[in-house]
């Protein structure tokens, strides 16, 4: 059963921008902090940036602090990621993920502690 999906990527041109969503199903978003991950053929799956329950405090991986805005709708189930500034880098898969508000701290890197999952959705960065 699907309870988080992606959406929003594509193929875009170096310095160019894309906004990712992330739209959860059968459970209330607000109930968790939300990361976005990514993953690269051939590499580990590494944080990019988290938000907690409230949208109050973010975090930003050093690749996307600068670049990417990450916000959330609690209201409509969905949390985004703006990206800008677009490099060749950035090429990988896209993956939301729900945390719990029972594990200690706003969000953070570590996989294990998110519990939901999306599908991924791909994002190509090329001219």
């Known amino acids: 059963q699907t309870q988080l999906v992606e959406s929003g990527g594509g193929l875009v041109q170096p310095g160019g921008s894309l906004t990712l969503s992330c739209a959860a199903s059968?459970?209330?978003?607000?109930?968790?902090?939300i990361g976005w991950f990514r993953q690269a053929p051939g590499k580990e799956r590494e944080g990019v940036s988290c938000?907690?329950?409230?949208?109050?405090?973010?975090n930003y991986a050093g690749s996307g602090e600068g670049r990417f805005t990450i916000s959330r709708d609690n209201a409509k189930n969905t949390v985004y990621l703006q990206m800008n500034s677009l490099k060749p880098e950035d090429t990988a898969v896209y993956y939301c993920?729900?945390?719990?508000?029972?594990?200690?701290?706003?969000?953070?890197?570590?996989?294990?502690?998110?519990?939901?999952w999306g599908q991924g959705t791909q994002v190509t960065v090329s001219s």
């Open positions: 993920a729900a945390r719990p508000i029972t594990v200690p701290g706003m969000c953070g890197w570590i996989l294990s502690e998110y519990m939901h």
């Open positions: 938000i907690s329950r409230n949208g109050g405090n973010t």
């Open positions: 059968r459970f209330r978003l607000d109930y968790y902090a």
